[in-house]
């Protein structure tokens, strides 16, 4: 089918081939090559997902830290617990 986009050519050898057969195992219902492979791949996205997502986690984490640090500074906490605001 004519297409511009890229396409990649995988030979069914050394590591892929190796790649294929713990999808095998993984997968043992699966008995198409290209399915195990479409699987990987999809496996694959997932982790890097989760990966970023959890470093997205993180980095809110150290952005709300140091925004409550900020905070300390620009709040005088006495002054808030007191009346004074509502004089």
Known sequence: MPTTKPRYAITDTGEMARMLDDAQRRWPEVNDRRE???RLAATGRDAIAAEASA?????L???QHAAL???RSLV????LLSDAAWR
């Open 36 to 38: 195990l492979l479409i």
């Open 55 to 59: 470093e997205d986690r993180t980095a």
């Open 61 to 63: 984490r150290q952005r």
């Open 69 to 71: 640090n900020r905070a």
């Open 76 to 79: 005088d906490v006495d002054e």
